[in-house]
């Protein structure tokens, strides 16, 4: 009992109570009158919080009394191999073009022309396999200087270049690596390439999975 | 090609007389993905634009009003935050050299909180959209607002904090209070909801509950006799949970208790953060609920057709995060998507299965059915202090009788240590604790409790 009794107490933190934690309530003075509540309406300070409106944009008419939503994939397609990369790859493309033409500039506007593999497209092969290459030299859980060695590799990609690539495609292509190698457990949305160790892969150790990465860029192009 | 499912087919939102239709106001910057806390964070707000991508392709715009936030501006963040806390972030660049090391310190920026490249424009759009969100609600444009960029709720008024900057949920919920007498704010994060509940602690204007892990976790506060303080007390309610709890005794443990605080407290106006790492599987987190029966605390909270802000939080495997908030955007404008995903550009990250919906674990839930019953029941005994005062002025609260285990405390000291959400390093989530301390610690029989609450440890 006095065990638990310590380990309890060592671990309770308090909320801390007095002015600089708390915030100021204002007090309640009844419900807003209809002024106060036009007031409020028109008041430029606060409707500029509203921020400004993506969807629907002005002017959009709804064509039909029905709306579809919460649609999957079909069951079923024609691809001469349904279900694998290049059937996927064929099905997400077309879904783009098809969201594409529904809201047509609002597709910019929400950068849906920048996720996903079309990022890849701003990179060469070359800077594809060099970044995995790099990736794989300098583990990101260890050094923690990886960003500084790619920005010393990538000279004419900014920072935010290098981020988008490696967020929008490399982690997601290691993802995919890991469903088509069927490791049990697929952890690799995560920057820690240590937790791959623990897991129970089907060809041996961790470094042989990521010349993967290389192969499915190969592979692709 | 036939479809796989309905998906759902609805009357254009004419008239909001049905009772599954609600007026949903929804705030995305399309910029947010980009962030980027560092190599190796856990933190990645990439989820949110990944959510983005699940919940446009599965057409749920067409029922939806979508904005851009207004960025916060250094004066609407210092309605909660203090000025040199805020004048710091607004500062603060990723350059490391720059960094003032006793600022750091003072802010407690550093690794779990770490100073990253537009660190202050993030904060900036997690909080407007927040602020937006309570706009929305107060001139009643919208039944239910959303946004996934916020529920940032631990951040503290003068200090970052588990990867939390600015607290946009206080911000929103202080704007909430230009119009409604009573807010009500439940947090369903692995995570207590300290921020939000020391910013509240001492008001009866707003309720916080907070369901989370207690015991060797991150933050250390949300003990069950943690109540609230001054005219807040019995204001704060927290529930302490343990490893593995599944979604048929969240459920029932939630709707129990939300059901009681909804008939005491009569709020105006509900504040939900759905932060994810309660889902099963993160790599923070230790619960081990499903997208679903993360949901049906906001399907069950919507029930009750009160007005509604629904806010991002934790999360940190990512893939789930986004099934779990493209789910729960459904779920608010009245949906059940097909279990199927759409063919969308981050779909490569939701195999092998490509479904939105995710299998529970096999995990021992560690929450006994007695450990259950007394958290239920200490919690509607905190809860019944309220009933004595049904329509009462809220400032004027007549006192009440107070056991042994309530005597005031010296409160007025924060613990000089500081707690790290994440241990910085290679993380192992599935470790057992090797001494079975957390059993022992977990004890959270009546009787334990009483036995413990009279200690007061300044660390």
């Given at each position: 009992?006095?065990?638990?009794?310590?380990?309890?107490?060592?671990?309770?933190?308090?909320?801390?109570?007095?002015?600089?934690?708390?915030?100021?309530?204002?007090?309640?003075?009844?419900?807003?009158?209809?002024?106060?509540?036009?007031?409020?309406?028109?008041?430029?300070?606060?409707?500029?919080?509203?921020?400004?409106?993506?969807?629907?944009?002005?002017?959009?008419?709804?064509?039909?009394?029905?709306?579809?939503?919460?649609?999957?994939?079909?069951?079923?397609?024609?691809?001469?191999?349904?279900?694998?990369?290049?059937?996927?790859?064929?099905?997400?493309?077309?879904?783009?073009?098809?969201?594409?033409?529904?809201?047509?500039?609002?597709?910019?506007?929400?950068?849906?022309?920048?996720?996903?593999?079309?990022?890849?497209?701003?990179?060469?092969?070359?800077?594809?396999?060099?970044?995995?290459?790099?990736?794989?030299?300098?583990?990101?859980?260890?050094?923690?200087?990886?960003?500084?060695?790619?920005?010393?590799?990538?000279?004419?990609?900014?920072?935010?270049?290098?981020?988008?690539?490696?967020?929008?495609?490399?982690?997601?292509?290691?993802?995919?690596?890991?469903?088509?190698?069927?490791?049990?457990?697929?952890?690799?949305?995560?920057?820690?390439?240590?937790?791959?160790?623990?897991?129970?892969?089907?060809?041996?150790?961790?470094?042989?999975?990521?010349?993967?990465?290389?192969?499915?860029?190969?592979?692709?192009? | 090609?036939?479809?796989?499912?309905?998906?759902?087919?609805?009357?254009?939102?004419?008239?909001?007389?049905?009772?599954?239709?609600?007026?949903?106001?929804?705030?995305?910057?399309?910029?947010?993905?980009?962030?980027?806390?560092?190599?190796?964070?856990?933190?990645?707000?990439?989820?949110?634009?990944?959510?983005?991508?699940?919940?446009?392709?599965?057409?749920?715009?067409?029922?939806?009003?979508?904005?851009?936030?207004?960025?916060?501006?250094?004066?609407?963040?210092?309605?909660?935050?203090?000025?040199?806390?805020?004048?710091?972030?607004?500062?603060?660049?990723?350059?490391?050299?720059?960094?003032?090391?006793?600022?750091?310190?003072?802010?407690?920026?550093?690794?779990?909180?770490?100073?990253?490249?537009?660190?202050?424009?993030?904060?900036?759009?997690?909080?407007?959209?927040?602020?937006?969100?309570?706009?929305?609600?107060?001139?009643?444009?919208?039944?239910?607002?959303?946004?996934?960029?916020?529920?940032?709720?631990?951040?503290?008024?003068?200090?970052?904090?588990?990867?939390?900057?600015?607290?946009?949920?206080?911000?929103a919920i202080l704007e909430l209070l230009?119009?409604?007498?009573?807010?009500?704010?439940?947090?369903?994060?692995?995570?207590?909801?300290?921020?939000?509940?020391?910013?509240?602690?001492?008001?009866?204007?707003?309720?916080?509950?907070?369901?989370?892990?207690?015991?060797?976790?991150?933050?250390?506060?949300?003990?069950?006799?943690?109540?609230?303080?001054?005219?807040?007390?019995?204001?704060?309610?927290?529930?302490?949970?343990?490893?593995?709890?599944?979604?048929?005794?969240?459920?029932?443990?939630?709707?129990?208790?939300?059901?009681?605080?909804?008939?005491?407290?009569?709020?105006?106006?509900?504040?939900?953060?759905?932060?994810?790492?309660?889902?099963?599987?993160?790599?923070?987190?230790?619960?081990?609920?499903?997208?679903?029966?993360?949901?049906?605390?906001?399907?069950?909270?919507?029930?009750?057709?009160?007005?509604?802000?629904?806010?991002?939080?934790?999360?940190?495997?990512?893939?789930?995060?986004?099934?779990?908030?493209?789910?729960?955007?459904?779920?608010?404008?009245?949906?059940?998507?097909?279990?199927?995903?759409?063919?969308?550009?981050?779909?490569?990250?939701?195999?092998?299965?490509?479904?939105?919906?995710?299998?529970?674990?096999?995990?021992?839930?560690?929450?006994?059915?007695?450990d259950l019953e007394n958290i239920k029941?200490?919690?509607?005994?905190?809860?019944?202090?309220?009933?004595?005062?049904?329509?009462?002025?809220?400032?004027?609260?007549?006192?009440?009788?107070?056991?042994?285990?309530?005597?005031?405390?010296?409160?007025?000291?924060?613990?000089?240590?500081?707690?790290?959400?994440?241990?910085?390093?290679?993380?192992?989530?599935?470790?057992e604790d090797p001494d079975n301390m957390?059993?022992?610690?977990?004890?959270?029989?009546?009787?334990?409790?009483?036995?413990?609450?009279?200690?007061?440890?300044?660390?």
């Amino acid at each position: 009992m006095v065990l638990m009794t310590s380990v309890l107490l060592t671990q309770r933190k308090k909320i801390g109570v007095g002015e600089q934690f708390q915030a100021e309530i204002p007090d309640w003075t009844g419900p807003p009158s209809d002024a106060e509540l036009s007031w409020y309406r028109n008041d430029p300070n606060t409707s500029k919080m509203l921020g400004s409106r993506t969807w629907p944009p002005e002017g959009y008419v709804v064509q039909t009394n029905i709306v579809v939503a919460g649609q999957g994939r079909p069951e079923s397609c024609n691809c001469p191999y349904p279900g694998n990369f290049y059937c996927r790859l064929h099905h997400i493309n077309t879904a783009r073009d098809r969201l594409r033409s529904e809201i047509g500039q609002v597709f910019k506007e929400w950068k849906f022309d920048l996720m996903g593999e079309q990022v890849s497209e701003m990179w060469s092969i070359e800077e594809q396999l060099k970044f995995a290459a790099l990736e794989q030299l300098v583990p990101v859980f260890e050094n923690k200087s990886f960003w500084a060695v790619a920005a010393k590799h990538f000279a004419s990609k900014t920072r935010v270049d290098l981020v988008q690539y490696y967020l929008n495609v490399f982690l997601m292509r290691r993802v995919s690596n890991q469903c088509r190698l069927s490791l049990l457990e697929i952890d690799s949305d995560e920057d820690e390439a240590e937790e791959e160790e623990d897991e129970d892969q089907s060809d041996g150790s961790n470094s042989s999975q990521r010349p993967q990465d290389v192969q499915e860029v190969k592979k692709i192009f | 090609m036939a479809a796989s499912g309905e998906g759902a087919s609805l009357p254009s939102p004419a008239g909001g007389e049905d009772s599954r239709r609600r007026r949903v106001s929804y705030f995305y910057e399309p910029t947010i993905g980009d962030y980027y806390y560092g190599q190796g964070h856990p933190m990645k707000p990439h989820r949110i634009r990944m959510a983005h991508s699940l919940v446009i392709h599965y057409g749920l715009h067409r029922l939806l009003e979508l904005s851009r936030p207004f960025p916060a501006s250094e004066a609407d963040i210092s309605r909660f935050h203090s000025d040199e806390y805020v004048s710091f972030l607004a500062s603060a660049t990723g350059n490391p050299t720059i960094l003032d090391p006793r600022a750091v310190k003072r802010f407690n920026v550093g690794e779990d909180c770490p100073v990253f490249d537009g660190l202050f424009p993030f904060c900036q759009a997690s909080a407007g959209g927040s602020i937006g969100a309570a706009v929305k609600l107060n001139r009643g444009d919208a039944d239910i607002t959303v946004n996934w960029a916020g529920g940032l709720h631990h951040a503290k008024k003068g200090e970052a904090s588990g990867f939390c900057y600015v607290n946009d949920i206080v911000l929103a919920i202080l704007e909430l209070l230009k119009f409604h007498r009573r807010v009500l704010y439940v947090d369903i994060d692995v995570h207590h909801g300290d921020g939000v509940e020391e910013a509240f602690f001492t008001t009866n204007r707003v309720m916080t509950v907070s369901f989370h892990k207690y015991g060797d976790f991150f933050p250390g506060t949300g003990h069950i006799t943690d109540v609230g303080a001054g005219e807040g007390k019995h204001y704060a309610v927290n529930v302490p949970l343990s490893d593995g709890i599944d979604d048929d005794t969240f459920r029932d443990l939630f709707q129990c208790i939300i059901k009681r605080v909804m008939e005491v407290y009569q709020p105006e106006v509900v504040v939900l953060q759905c932060g994810a790492d309660s889902l099963a599987g993160d790599r923070l987190g230790c619960f081990n609920l499903s997208v679903k029966g993360h949901a049906d605390c906001l399907r069950f909270l919507r029930s009750f057709n009160i007005p509604m802000m629904v806010l991002g939080g934790g999360g940190y495997t990512i893939r789930n995060v986004a099934r779990c908030w493209c789910y729960e955007t459904a779920v608010a404008v009245g949906v059940e998507p097909d279990n199927k995903l759409p063919y969308n550009d981050y779909y490569e990250y939701f195999g092998p299965d490509y479904n939105l919906h995710i299998q529970p674990r096999i995990v021992e839930n560690l929450n006994t059915t007695k450990d259950l019953e007394n958290i239920k029941n200490m919690i509607l005994d905190h809860l019944s202090k309220l009933e004595h005062v049904p329509n009462a002025q809220f400032h004027e609260r007549p006192s009440d009788p107070e056991g042994p285990e309530e005597k005031e405390e010296d409160m007025d000291k924060r613990p000089a240590q500081r707690s790290r959400l994440w241990s910085g390093g290679a993380y192992d989530s599935d470790t057992e604790d090797p001494d079975n301390m957390k059993t022992e610690a977990n004890d959270l029989s009546a009787n334990s409790i009483m036995k413990f609450s009279p200690y007061v440890v300044h660390i």
